[in-house]
Each structure stands twice: as structure tokens, then as C-alpha cells.
């Protein structure tokens, strides 16, 4: 079994799994895929179940859930399922190839040079994103500096879904008190991993936009990390976090 597995969720990629998965097994170094799958009535789980059967029956691993119960809590029951299978480094990732497969052996290299969270972050070296319109760009580029001003993070990329973890943080950080379910997850982590003190480096990527499938980002997921934010920052002051 690989050290390295990284998880992606998916809801409705029927056009993109396939074609994610052997992106990802065609890396120079290896790494076990795990797809947390929300019931995608479009088939998806179907397709990673005939590679499982044809092609990568031993490195290839689904989890099926009944409904569709948010990006979060995917992750959360990833993550619980690589802890319990032994994985020392867990990287997630989406399915569209907005983050690029390539990108995973440099976030593996700063885990294994002495980072525990590495982030393949759009904004460490300006803003590296393609095919967004400018109104997005700046949305996400000033949320994550509003994310920085709030929690204190240096983080450039505070919003960035394309990460990976040592499993000692995910084993630290108490997975149950996670508790956004939207993209403002992806900050709550980060934000959770920092203040028990571990180490977190964000590695430059170019971001593209997905251009098969839908996007899953809704009003709805952009209030809940504005809001959350500063709701996340004033109970972190009356919560306990033990170092690593």
C-alpha cells in the first residue's frame, strides 16, 4: 500500500472521473485514490467501480454516501477512512481539474521536507488563476485577504481546496469539531491546524477552471465563509488547543 492517498469528492462527474483517476495513477510517484461519492445520480460511482474491477483494484478505493451532505463532511469521512487504513500523507484535491495532478508531488516534497499542511495556494506568487472572470478572481482573492485580516493566518490562500496533510494533523486536530460544511471547511482546517501549531507552507500552483461538469459553488457556500469567519475566530478564544 502507498504511504500517499489523496481524496476526491465528487457530486455528478461522470465527465471528469475517469479521466482524473488515470491522471492521477500516471504520476511518477504513487498514490492511492480515494473517491468520496454524494449518491451522484449521473452514474460516477459506476465508472470508479469498473476501474476498480478492470484496472486498479488494489490503489483505487470509493466511498459511497446516501445523500448529498456537503464538501465537509466528505472530507471528514475521507480523512477518518485514511487514519483507520494507515496513510501518512493524505492530500484532497477536486475532481474537474481545477488543481492540476501534477501539482500533488510537489505537495507530497513539502510534507516530506518539513511542512504538516502543504497548500497549493492560487496567491503566494500573485494571482495564478485561468479562466475565471475578473469579478471572481477578485471575490476569491479578497475573501481569502479578509480571512487573513480576521483569523491572523499568514496564509496567502486561505480558501484553497487543493492540499495536503501529515496524518499526525488530522489525527491532532479532533476531525468531529470541524464543523462548517461548504467551502468555509477548507478555512476552518486550516485555521483549526494552525492554531495547534503546526507547520503550514503553501506551495505556488496555477489554478484553471473547470471546463466539463458544473461548478458547486452557490450564494449560499460564499455567506457561510464570510460569516463563519468571524463566528470561527471569536469561539476559537474560549477553545483549548493543545500544541502538536
Known sequence: MSKKIVIIPTYNERENIEEIIRAVFSLHQSFDVLIVDDNSPDGTADIVKNLQKHEYHLNLHLMQRKVKNGLGTAYIDGFKWCLQEGYEFIFEMDADFSHNPNDLPKLYEALC????????????????????????????????????????????????????????????????????????????????????????????????????????????????????????????????????
Not at 499542511?117 to 495564478?128: D, E, H, L, P
Not at 479562466?131 to 486561505?158: E, Q
Open 113 to 244: 521536507v518539513g511542512a504538516d499542511v502543504a497548500i497549493g495556494s492560487r496567491y503566494k506568487t500573485g494571482v495564478n488563476v485561468v479562466n475565471w472572470p475578473m469579478s471572481r478572481v477578485m471575490l476569491s482573492y479578497f475573501a481569502s485577504s479578509y480571512v487573513r485580516f480576521i483569523t491572523g493566518m499568514k496564509v496567502h490562500d486561505t480558501t484553497a481546496g487543493f492540499v495536503g496533510y501529515r496524518s499526525r494533523v488530522l489525527s491532532h486536530i479532533q476531525l468531529d469539531q470541524i464543523k462548517f460544511r461548504g467551502y468555509a471547511f477548507q478555512i476552518e482546517m486550516k485555521f483549526t491546524a494552525w492554531k495547534h501549531g503546526f507547520t503550514i507552507e503553501e506551495v505556488p500552483i496555477i489554478f484553471t477552471d473547470r471546463t466539463k461538469g458544473e461548478s458547486k459553488i452557490s450564494k449560499g457556500i460564499i455567506q457561510e465563509a464570510v460569516g463563519g469567519v468571524i463566528s470561527m475566530k471569536i469561539k476559537s478564544f474560549f477553545r483549548k488547543y493543545d500544541k502538536a
